[in-house]
């Protein structure tokens, strides 16, 4: 069982993923990204799925064409959960090598 | 300049592609699918998405866990045309075979 962030965890959490917003109703963190074509979109997302697959904590995402949306939220632990921050965290690394 | 189909072209079609259902608001058909995980989930992704490249014609679809949601319509036509029915008549193949 994994333990939701408490309000101190999520709001340093928060203040460390500059990129994505606060969802407040699912508890969750979004982040939307854009990328030159839809190959590069899935490509990007292909590295995600791997990343989630081998987490085994998987994103709520969706794609039109070039733009990616990626939501994080923990079922199990009812919100955020420290499983969150580290996909996010692992997500901004890719967006930025 | 691809043309939007007409009604009785988009009856035809809807006839034919029975696991799909209509948007009206959107002028678009959907198609929701349940796989057995994520993995399989996003290798059917993947080879959507490499249909919907050589097509030059994309989806809007999301993905939670093993669930997938596509949405097929033409922006350049405002609404339904033959490249929905084609690339909607591919993936029902990928999920027959």
Redesign the interface.
């Given at each position: 069982m994994v333990e939701q962030l408490s309000e101190a965890e999520r709001a340093e959490a928060l203040d460390a993923l500059s990129d994505w917003d606060y969802d407040e109703g699912r508890d969750a963190i979004v982040r939307r990204v854009a990328f030159g074509d839809?190959?590069e979109a899935?490509g990007f997302?292909?590295r995600v799925?791997i990343l989630?697959?081998k987490a085994d904590h998987?994103?709520?995402?969706?794609?039109?064409?070039n733009r990616v949306e990626i939501l994080l939220t923990t079922h199990d632990a009812g919100g955020l959960s420290h499983r969150d921050v580290e996909l996010a965290t692992a997500i901004d690394a890719i967006l930025e090598a």
């Open positions: 839809f190959a899935f997302m292909a799925a989630a697959e998987h994103p709520e995402w969706s794609n039109v064409y």
